[in-house]
């Protein structure tokens, strides 16, 4: 029941689960997601898997409720991370954000997450479960972007970027947007804007794709293209490379600690810088064939059995 309701689940949180594990000795507690019980003395490790809070622009541009969310999700932040033995981050660029926030930090561990390899690698071009799924989305040649689509994503300016391509590149080509965006005032503004101009069977947004299909995705795509300005990690990048996905991606962090020199960085605030990359890139098939190589090669940089291994080691240490 508290999971369903946001300020049951905070109260179960810290008041509920704290008597729990009392009465079950526990002596240790790993919260994977920025909160950790604040009563009792209980010892905490505690991930930050949510920077948005800490980002200057973007709470400006969420709506009153979510602003107050935000808020409270930082103030809950900084006390978790006060409190835990030790705090762990995905990624430098997290890590930097709560210490320039001014955050009093015991211990801090920097440990990448990673993907499932079962599920994300290359595939054939003419593997069956392949052209399934193209025609399953009746896509065949696109650009991806996959992730929940907020306004700090920059999508729009993704859009608008593709639009500015109108015949400098093949007609036939499509944007694939796979992802659900809770925000319909966002949504209709770029729905609105495709309609004028006249892209509806050229931009796509297929919504919440099942997690199956998104490596099919992926190692379809012509360009997999991430204009995003607040992340904690970048989930969707490692999946990508490990498909063998060419990256194109935000020059803001943690994008570059990620892909390294496997993608290609443009400043995500400007459609006709986007729209640049995008046409330079697609027109140079030995630049697009390096990428592809270049992802593989960084995605074994990533693996679950380290974040496993590292995660361990930095919860034994607690004792």
Request: hydrophobic share 40%; net charge positive; glycine share 2%.
């Amino acid at each position: 029941m508290p999971s369903k309701n946001t300020l049951l689940r905070l109260c179960w949180e810290q008041f509920f689960l704290p008597r729990i594990l009392k009465r079950k000795r526990v002596t240790l507690l790993f919260s994977p997601a920025n909160v950790c019980p604040l009563l009792g003395r209980l010892t905490n490790v505690v991930m930050i898997q949510n920077i948005e809070p800490f980002s200057n622009r973007v709470p400006e541009k969420r709506r009153f409720l979510q602003r107050i969310r935000l808020k409270s999700l930082k103030l809950l932040t900084i006390l978790s991370v006060r409190k835990a033995r030790t705090t762990i981050f995905p990624s430098l660029k997290a890590r930097s954000d709560i210490e320039k926030s001014g955050v009093m930090m015991r211990h801090a561990e920097v440990i990448y997450h990673s993907m499932n390899r079962e599920l994300f690698h290359p595939f054939r071009e003419n593997d069956d479960a392949l052209l399934q799924c193209k025609k399953k989305y009746q896509v065949n040649s696109f650009i991806l972007f996959v992730s929940n689509i907020q306004r700090y994503k920059n999508v729009f300016e993704l859009i608008r970027a593709f639009v500015l391509l109108r015949d400098t590149i093949d007609n036939a080509l499509q944007l694939v947007l796979a992802g659900t965006c809770p925000d319909r005032k966002y949504y209709n503004e770029m729905k609105s804007f495709i309609i004028r101009e006249g892209y509806e069977r050229r931009i796509l947004f297929l919504g919440n794709v099942p997690y199956e299909d998104l490596p099919h995705l992926y190692a379809a795509c012509t360009l997999f293209v991430y204009p995003s300005t607040c992340e904690s990690f970048g989930m969707t990048l490692v999946e990508a490379m490990a498909c063998g996905a060419p990256v194109l991606a935000s020059d803001r962090e943690p994008m570059q600690e990620i892909c390294a020199d496997a993608a290609i960085y443009f400043d995500p605030m400007d459609p006709t810088a986007i729209a640049d990359v995008i046409r330079k890139t697609i027109r140079n098939h030995d630049l697009l064939s390096a990428l592809k190589i270049n992802s593989l090669e960084r995605a074994k940089a990533f693996s679950w059995e380290n974040t496993a291994r590292d995660t361990l080691k930095a919860l034994t240490n607690m004792h």
